[in-house]
């Protein structure tokens, strides 16, 4: 069966993405950034986490033995407040430092780097009340939703089964210390923390290549979007070949008109052909009246058979003149001895007296 004109069955051209990323329609999942944060904050809290502890629990305490005094300085709270900020800061430095660089790099390792203006203005239809019941129903919130639950259910399940690998240490917390009630607490929050985080990270990647796969599917263009945009960005098609084939008609006509007032015809002998007109009387030295390679040189050729214009070969002569002079130009200075050496030979085959000017070899 043939395909259908809408079948998006061509990859996307590098202008489609171009465009899609500036409107910020890139691949993303939204879960991938949460969830390597969550692993690399517990990861680094599992290093850093007693001495923060430590550290906190040192600060509680050097505030709790002040002595209670009344100061008229209003500004002795504040001194109080700023140093306790600044060593508590200190503590939480590298979990937040941690937590911030995996942003970044999470982020910009799925859409590189975005600047998207246009998307911090204010537009009405994101809180059209329709349009947002409209998102809430639609298909790609209901499969957010199924993905929810399934995380859901994968937590719950390596809860359940961390807690009840250590039941029965659970039990026997009450005959110990509190710093080992503490340890025992603190070890077993980091271990089940981590099991999550490692697996909401590997349903984040899945979700991230579902994404990714979405995102080219939704990219793919159809015969009639080729068209469309090759006309917007290169022209129409049509239009070009109808300028082509205006510009062939024209220089045809010219060339129709033009080489039959030629003196002779200088050739490659195949592959160049350029028509030179030379009148002593009026003009300071030979012009080219037309030129042309492989077909237009072909053509060149013809009329001037067709018109009696003599055709003689020179080689070197007539790489020289096509690449140099344009069309409505007199040869250079340097063409002129060679250019005057065909000349006579045209004057003699036609059995015309050489102009003197031609006798001593230049124009």
């Known amino acids: 069966m043939a395909e259908q004109a809408g079948d998006k069955k061509h990859e996307a051209t590098p202008y489609r993405r171009q465009k899609a990323r500036e409107e910020g329609n890139v691949a993303k999942s939204q879960d991938l950034g949460s969830a390597v944060i969550l692993l690399v904050s517990v990861v680094v809290l599992d290093f850093i986490g007693p001495q923060l502890v430590r550290t906190l629990m040192d600060l509680i305490v050097d505030q709790l033995k002040q002595p209670l005094y009344w100061e008229t300085d209003n500004r002795t709270p504040l001194v109080t407040l700023v140093g306790m ?12 430092g941690g937590v911030f660089l995996t942003a970044i790099v999470v982020n910009l390792a799925q859409t590189g780097f975005l600047w998207l203006p246009d998307k911090l203005g204010f537009d009405i239809s994101r809180i059209d009340p329709l349009k947002g019941i409209g998102r809430v129903f639609s298909m790609p919130n209901a499969a957010k939703l199924g993905f929810g639950l399934v995380k859901i259910a994968i937590v719950s399940i390596l809860l359940i089964v961390g807690v009840w690998n250590r039941w029965d240490e659970i039990l026997n917390l009450a005959g110990m210390t509190a710093p080992a009630v503490g340890g025992f607490v603190w070890s077993t929050t980091i271990d089940l923390t981590r099991q999550v985080a490692g697996s909401l990270v590997g349903l984040a990647l899945a979700d991230y290549a579902f994404q990714k796969w979405k995102y080219e599917q939704d990219l793919m263009m159809t015969d009639e979007e080729i068209r469309e945009e090759s006309k917007s960005t290169q022209g129409d098609p049509q239009v070009k070949a109808r300028r082509r084939r205006i510009a062939k008609q024209i220089s045809s006509q ?34 080219v009246l037309a030129k042309g390679a492989e077909l237009v040189a072909a053509r060149i050729r013809k009329i001037a058979l067709e018109s009696g214009i003599p055709v003689v070969e020179r080689k070197p002569l007539a790489q020289a003149l096509f690449k140099s002079v344009d069309i409505g130009s007199p040869i250079p200075v340097e063409q002129y001895a060679a250019v005057a050496e065909v000349l006579k030979y045209v004057y003699q085959v036609k059995g015309k007296s050489v102009p003197d000017i031609l006798k001593n070899g230049s124009t």
């Open 85 to 96: 900020l600044q060593r508590s800061g200190a503590a939480l430095l590298p979990l937040m």
């Open 254 to 287: 010219r060339l129709q008109t033009d080489v039959p007032k030629a003196d002779v015809v200088v050739t490659n002998p195949t592959e160049l052909a350029i028509a030179l007109q030379y009148d002593p009387k009026t003009m300071k030295a030979p012009i």
